[in-house]
């Protein structure tokens, strides 16, 4: 289950989203809430959920900031130096994973990761530059253009990792969330089940990440897909199946 534009829209309910998630519950579903948003630690995120009345557990979200964390720990030893452009929950993530936090380029940081974060700036951009440019490794956590909230769809980590490729003219070393199928295929082998639908708001990323990990699709439109674009969507951008909202699940659960 994708959140932005599926579950919530900021810190507000997608309508109908409890009701449906509750409904799968008592169902006896197994759910997992994956996330490219790098801008809350998975504690927060099960916070948030739970304050809209979906219940949940950290251990239920994987998010993009924890495996871009987990990357750079398998990549790096203990306590390399990372310069971090985004929001306190990624720097949280890579403290958590026995790496040092910088935040200039003249720290000599090995790599930087990018997610987003409400307050990233030129400044975090320049440090960044000026660091890949020197040497360090360059991952992103996702590259989604937008971020659907309340009032529209608004400037994403993609739209900022962007702005750094221009700079670079150059594209980052990895991006570590969807449509790479990483994030579906562990929150699978962690729920243990047979069969999994992946639900999601975006072709770009949910809906193509799902065909790359070989698992069934349903696009709502509640975020950023339209539904004259999921008439069209082909190749691996073609959802296994469409609905209104997350009522539709109840046709396929």
């Keep these: 289950m994708d959140l932005d534009g599926v579950v919530v829209l900021g810190d507000r309910p997608v309508d109908g ?7 799968l519950r008592e169902m006896g579903k197994t759910i997992r809430f994956v996330t490219n948003n790098a801008s809350r630690r ?6 948030l959920l739970t304050g809209i009345g979906v219940a949940a557990e950290p251990g239920e979200v994987l998010t993009s900031a924890a495996a871009a964390a987990q990357v750079l720990a398998e990549r790096f030893a203990p ?6 452009v985004g929001a306190p929950a990624l720097a949280d993530e890579v403290t958590a994973a026995g790496l040092t936090v910088v935040t200039k380029a003249d720290d000599d940081p090995v790599a930087v990761v990018q997610g987003y974060g409400p307050k990233v700036g030129w400044e975090h951009l320049a440090e960044a530059c ?32 962007a702005a750094l490729a221009t700079a670079l003219e150059r594209q980052p070393d990895l991006v570590v969330g969807k449509p790479e199928p990483a994030l579906f295929l562990a929150a699978a082998r962690d729920a243990g089940a047979a069969g999994t639908l992946i639900v999601g708001d975006r072709l770009d990323t949910d809906i193509m990440g799902a065909n790359r990990a070989a698992m069934d699709s349903l696009l709502v439109l509640t975020g950023v897909a339209t539904a004259e674009a999921a008439q069209g969507a082909t190749g691996t951008q073609r959802p296994t199946f469409v609905a209104k909202d997350l009522s539709g699940l109840f046709a396929v659960a």
């Design 79 to 84: 306590g390399s130096r990372v310069l971090v």
């Design 42 to 47: 998975r504690d927060e995120v099960a916070a």
């Design 130 to 161: 000026v660091a890949v440019r020197g040497g360090a490794q360059w991952i992103a956590t996702n590259t989604d253009k937008t971020l659907p909230t309340p009032r529209g769809p608004l400037p994403g980590n993609g739209a900022l990792v």
């Design 17 to 23: 989203a409890p009701e449906a998630l509750r409904r």
